[in-house]
């Protein structure tokens, strides 16, 4: 449908993914801060978790209530995602090709290794929480796909 298209393209667009990735590049060869790196993640990863799990929502007939609760989910395990890929790019962490891009947006340089787990941890608890009122056998995925961003190691 129309709306489905409308949620990518928002997604993807100069808003969501294309300008986090602007943003990204912009940054390579700085220290950005905290509200940079954070403004990359939410729009270069966090986007399209929340576009997918939306997505999904409303193919299936969501309500108001329960989109608005997905999107907090979504968002939460998109950046919880890119936190813990960024952890396991780090040198504590276990790069899966071998590479490291020290110019690379990352979290670890502004939280530490133990913090930003911390963080990845939190944002995680807060995205089940938020879908803790969806149906349970409707929303078993979800939590499967939470386990395996926080305990991914690759």
């Not at 939460?76 to 276990?94: H, T």
């Not at 807060?126 to 009122?133: M, V």
């Given at each position: 449908t129309a709306a489905l298209v409308a949620e990518l393209a928002h997604a993807a667009g100069s808003r969501g993914v294309v300008?986090?990735?602007?943003?990204?590049?912009?940054a390579i060869g700085r220290n950005p801060g905290a509200a940079e790196m954070e403004y990359i993640h939410l729009h270069k990863t966090a986007d399209l978790f929340?576009?997918?799990?939306?997505?999904g929502a409303m193919a299936g007939g969501a309500t108001r209530k329960q989109l608005a609760a997905l999107t907090r989910y979504g968002i939460?395990?998109?950046?919880?995602?890119?936190?813990?890929?960024?952890?396991?790019?780090?040198?504590?962490?276990?790069p899966t090709d071998g590479k490291r891009n020290l110019d690379k947006v990352s979290c670890i340089p502004i939280y530490g290794p133990a913090k930003a787990q911390e963080r990845a941890e939190q944002l995680v608890r807060?995205?089940?929480?938020?879908?803790?009122?969806l149906d349970v056998s409707r929303s078993k995925p979800l939590v499967a796909l939470a386990r395996f961003v926080h305990e991914r190691m690759y």
């Open positions: 300008g986090g990735q602007v943003a990204d590049l912009a929340k576009a997918a799990v939306r997505m939460g395990i998109g950046l919880a995602f890119q936190i813990i890929d960024d952890i396991l790019d780090s040198p504590s962490g276990r807060r995205a089940l929480a938020s879908i803790g009122p």
